[in-house]
């Protein structure tokens, strides 16, 4: 795996598909509060099924809140949070201090949420920093440091397909976020020496074959999740 360990393309591919699954879920968590408050309070069950996580609530007012922070929900967005910052703390000689700073300052909002009146306020905290964190690794210019950034990226991108996939989004949207995707996998094989056109998507691949693809680049950097 080139001049990364092993180890550390894991943490870095698994800290952008955690980062960018809090990012998502917290998005649509926010519409499926509004849709709930509205009246429809099944609407989570077929959310559950889409995500294909366990549906083990007891009622709208019980996923609105374990969903959310529950540290003992390994599907909650806090939980997920949790994993993105185990991630960013082994790799901490590897990405600068204001790029784990966001993470940090996410986990201290989301830790908050349990105490706070209104939760839901504090998401979009959670998504500004986010993309803040996004930023930041960005702007990020040393030399050395742009194959484990890369790999950042192709963990959010196999995890906003993968999401979009389930959850449904605008075609166009999901064209180009998979032409994203394969540019940066082209990207990172060729760094890695993996075979560059293995996993390339097709936007008219069926839904077994996206996740099949999907899966075969995780398993490239695979960890106990």
């Not at 009622?59 to 809140?65: G, L, Q, R, S, Y």
């Not at 998504?127 to 996004?134: A, H, K, R």
């Not at 890369?150 to 959850?167: A, P, Q, S, T």
């Not at 990172?188 to 097709?202: C, R």
Request: net charge negative; charged share 25%; with cysteine.
């Amino acid at each position: 795996m080139g001049t990364i360990t092993i180890e550390k393309a894991n943490a870095l591919f698994w800290l952008g598909r955690y980062i960018e699954r809090v990012y998502t879920t917290t998005s649509y968590y926010a519409q499926l509060f509004d849709i709930m408050l509205d009246g429809d309070k099944e609407i989570y069950h077929d959310y559950c099924k889409k995500l294909d996580i366990e549906d083990y609530y007891f009622n709208d007012a019980h996923f609105m809140m374990n969903y959310l922070h529950d540290v003992n929900n390994p599907d909650s967005i806090y939980s997920n949070l949790l994993r993105a910052y185990d991630n960013a703390i082994v790799l901490r000689d590897e990405i600068t201090t204001p790029v784990l700073s966001y993470i940090q300052m996410n986990m201290n909002t989301s830790e908050s949420m349990e105490s706070s009146e209104a939760p839901i306020l504090l998401l979009q905290n959670v998504q500004d920093y986010i993309l803040s964190f996004w930023g930041a690794l960005e702007d990020d210019s040393r030399n050395n440091y742009q194959l484990s950034k890369n790999i950042i990226k192709l963990g959010k991108y196999v995890e906003r397909i993968d999401l979009y996939y389930r959850l449904g989004c605008d075609e166009a949207l999901f064209n180009a976020t998979v032409m994203t995707l394969n540019d940066i996998y082209t990207i990172v094989s060729k760094e890695m020496n993996l075979t560059s056109t293995q996993y390339i998507i097709e936007t008219q691949d069926s839904k077994l074959d996206i996740f099949n693809k999907l899966g075969s680049i995780s398993n490239l950097f695979e960890v106990v999740r």
